[in-house]
């Protein structure tokens, strides 16, 4: 009779354990710059897609983000990663064409 309860107040509690999408996006990626040639991809932990590069001033740079999947198939090597600091949207520049990729929380894009 209280198991269906306990199962209930266990899930409410957890719910309110994590913080939004929204406000990590604002904290942690919002700040972040990329701009750097992509010179290869891996994922990490299955979740993580890793793209990494090299910049400007020859420095290595990493992109590493959970849900990016799309972009991390469409990457490939002499592509250009790009995101000013300041936003959330993120673009992969090939030689042909450019891909907007959104911050997404639940499938919906926030800017």
């Known amino acids: 009779m209280y198991k269906p309860f306990i199962v209930l107040s266990t899930l409410l509690l957890c719910q309110g354990c994590g913080e939004s999408c929204a406000t990590f996006a604002n904290r942690e990626y919002r700040p972040v710059e990329y701009n750097f040639v992509v010179r290869d991809k891996h994922t990490e932990e299955i979740r993580y897609n890793v793209i990494e590069g090299t910049n400007t001033k020859g420095k290595t740079e990493i992109f590493r983000q959970a849900g990016f999947d799309k972009m991390y198939d469409l990457a490939a090597p002499g592509d250009t990663l790009r995101k000013k600091a300041g936003d959330l949207t993120t673009y992969l520049i090939k030689k042909d064409r450019i891909f907007k ?7 919906v894009s926030i800017y």
Do not use: A, E, L, R
């Open 101 to 107: 990729f959104p911050y997404q929380c639940g499938g």
